[in-house]
């Protein structure tokens, strides 16, 4: 849909949506109109660089035509159904993810906060049917990020952000413990307790990897003491880390991983996989959504996902996100550039990330801030290093320009 289909100003876009929407995001002030692999283009048809990808979503570039192609095939012969039916893209996809991760089933939702939800119930279920009612007691990451419904907001170790506030009380049944801090994760066990959930790699925290040391050290704890280990990889999932799914660089295995944002090339999927043991716990009715694997959804992540596997993007994030963070430590003021292939986190040393986010804006380069400090960047796994070049560049004449 463009301004012409619709006889629309992009001033009149924007009133339409100051007037009838509850806006709970900055907005920036053009209107994206279209855009096609590293750029999104304005109503002046002017061309942003994307460092964020959609929020870690276009991984295959910005309208992969592979992943508009099998769309638009898709919705030629069926847009949606009820559940009931078997569907081809749900087979297909469904046997990809389980054949590629090392998973055993899966189970659709429409984005990753309900993929969390789902993988939330599935374990909170399987420690009451097993071991009796007490037992659905979950230990999280202080400073991780599980999503916006409830389960997700109250696994969520940030109870004195802007997230939480205002809809306390959370969910019983969390504990947060220091992320890759092992012993904190082994006090916060209780006879109660029935799983262990964290990002590999916290997003919305700052961009902090977690250590080997700690993934492996979760792995035989939860192994010893009879837990689930649930991994989170909406955000790091599907080749963003250098690796297929996070997890894999680790060398382990978790008994559930959430995934969405990268799967769907922009279509609103997500899933949760998990081992055959623990997907017994769902029977008929234990969960459910109207929009689940819809095909064209369904279409759109097979469609994907073999883009990001047949062009080893997860090679290209590892390449060319190591050359990335060498190159940004030199930029001004940085104090830290934490990074896990294409998601990269700067620190700066002042308070000025958003002033920064805005001068890169002006020049026509899509990065986020996090908190004061941090310049968070998630771009198309498709970038080059010349992509690289370019954005260093602006980030260096943005940093000067705002401190």
């Not at 790699?201 to 700052?206: I, L, M, P």
Request: overall charge negative; glycine content about 10%; hydrophobic content about 40%.
């Amino acid at each position: 849909m463009q301004l012409k289909d619709v006889n629309l100003t992009a001033d009149q876009v924007k009133e339409l949506c100051t007037k009838y929407m509850i806006e709970t995001y900055e907005r920036f002030p053009f209107v994206a109109c279209r855009a096609e692999g590293m750029y999104l283009y304005d109503e002046n048809d002017n061309a942003y660089l994307d460092f964020y990808g959609g929020i870690a979503v276009n991984s295959a570039g910005n309208c992969n035509p592979k992943v508009v192609e099998a769309v638009k095939n898709q919705v030629g012969d069926i847009i949606h159904t009820f559940n009931y039916p078997y569907t081809i893209p749900q087979a297909v996809l469904s046997k990809l993810i389980c054949e590629t991760i090392g998973m055993d089933k899966v189970l659709y939702q429409q984005s990753g906060a309900e993929a969390n939800e789902a993988m939330i119930k599935i374990a909170r279920k399987y420690g009451t049917d097993n071991y009796g009612p007490e037992k659905f007691h979950i230990i999280t990451a202080l400073n991780g990020f599980h999503g916006r419904t409830y389960g997700a907001l109250s696994a969520t170790g940030q109870t004195n952000n802007a997230l939480q506030m205002g809809f306390k009380p959370m969910l019983e049944g969390f504990t947060y413990a220091e992320f890759n801090n092992l012993k904190a994760f082994e006090d916060a066990v209780t006879e109660n307790t029935i799983a262990i959930m964290i990002e590999p790699v916290q997003g919305e925290g700052g961009v902090v990897p977690a250590t080997k040391e700690f993934m492996t050290g979760l792995r035989k704890l939860c192994d010893e003491k009879g837990l689930l280990l649930l991994l989170d990889e909406v955000q790091t999932g599907w080749c963003r880390t250098g690796d297929v799914m996070a997890y894999m660089g680790y060398g382990i295995k978790p008994d559930c991983v959430s995934m969405a944002k990268a799967m769907g090339g922009g279509f609103p999927i997500g899933a949760m996989a998990c081992t055959k043991k623990v997907a017994a716990t769902f029977g008929g009715g234990a969960h459910g959504s109207t929009y689940a694997g819809n095909p064209v959804c369904c279409a759109a992540a097979f469609a994907q996902i073999r883009e990001l596997l047949d062009r080893n993007l997860a090679g290209n994030a590892r390449d060319v996100g190591e050359y990335f963070a060498q190159k940004l430590r030199t930029l001004p003021h940085v104090t830290e550039v934490r990074y896990a292939g294409l998601l990269t986190g700067v620190v700066f040393d002042v308070d000025k990330a958003v002033d920064i986010k805005h001068e890169c804006l002006d020049r026509k380069l899509l990065v986020t801030a996090i908190g004061t400090k941090i310049i968070r960047m998630i771009p198309p796994l498709i970038a080059s290093r010349e992509d690289c070049d370019k954005c260093f560049d602006i980030l260096k004449e943005s940093v000067e320009a705002a401190v």
